[in-house]
């Protein structure tokens, strides 16, 4: 049976959520059915994966979109004969739609993975979604914004949400436990990870700002340790962070480890995951910490999915700022190693009913069997429409 050709489109493989997915996606995807080819604006790669590729095909295009951009994702699809495009992310969706018209593309699928969308891409995704046979993110919060701001019809998103690797993000015995610790300087601490790109989204700042609170008080733990493991975003606000740290007395209690590989280790070896966020769609961060057996602290709107209910499978802070996570923090660190223990045995149960990686793939799989067979797509051109919310 001929295999249906099938073109991924994303900026890069940067280390990041929706980039691993994507690369999750394509190593799982049935290739007696599917011929996945894969095409990125950058040949950026931090992500180290074996894809099941001829090759990637790269736009040399860190400005996307450009006219040349454009015209070379054009022709590209046009020389692959892709018959499903699947476009990731801001501008790549946008024009990739646009490409896939003047390729004639058969059916393009657009996922969209973030939360507070820069208005440049409300505009975009409104005045090109007709263009798209199917719409998937990860998040109701993502759905829910994309009919708020870019008046997307709620029944044309598919909620997928994330997949994750069973086997290889799995609880850590004691032993591998204590030779991960002491390969970090870790041994006798008790420690929080912060996982992700260090930015004003991932809220790391009000992190510092509560550690500090505790400090003042007396209620800081001297054996606490909270990694932050992910690139700044841009660099110099992590350096910012550093220095900031260390004014407020900090440096003992904290480390900035950027980009970590193989991060389960880590997050293995950890007492728990902390993620503070101001916005999220669904955090692979907090799926792979369960995962992992180790409880999650979470603000609300890294919980919006309701991915930790508090006192079950981990923490959850009554809001995002310095006064909330030092509250949630208090109540971690109060508790015994049976109760982390039973939060992380929870986690890795929840895991394994809710996020195995074959829910993702198979449910992407059948949106490509329904674009293909009912295409939705109108035959009008881009619309002009204006009046986007703010």
Known sequence: MRRVRLTYF?????QGGAERQLAELICG?????????????????????DLPVERVHCLDAPMFPTIASVQHLTS???RLGTEILHTTMGW???????????????????SVRCTKLPRKHVVGERMTQHMADAIIVNSIGIRDELARRAVVARDRVEVIENGVDLLRFVPQGEAARESERRAWGL???RVLVVPGRVCVQKNQREV???????????????DAKVVFAGRGSPPVYCSALRT???????SSYVDFVGVVRPIERLIGTADAV???SRYEGLPNAVVESMACGTPAIVSPAANVDGLVTHGREGLVCDGTSAAAIASTLEQFFALGPEARDALGRAGRKHAEHRFPMRHMIERTSSVYERVLAHPTRAAAGIGAEAGVEP
């Open 244 to 250: 900031y740290a260390a004014l407020m007395g900090l």
């Open 76 to 78: 590209l699809l046009e």
């Open 187 to 189: 041994t006798g601490k």
């Open 10 to 14: 994303i900026n890069s493989l940067e």
């Open 208 to 222: 510092l700002r509560a550690l500090g609170c505790l400090q003042r008080r007396g209620e800081l733990p001297s």
């Open 274 to 276: 902390l993620l503070p």
């Open 29 to 49: 995807i049935d290739r007696s059915v599917y011929e996945p080819s894969l095409v990125v604006c950058i040949a950026r790669d931090q992500l180290g994966y």
């Open 92 to 110: 790549e969706n946008v024009f990739g739609r646009v490409a896939a018209r003047l390729a004639r593309v058969p059916a393009v699928v657009s």
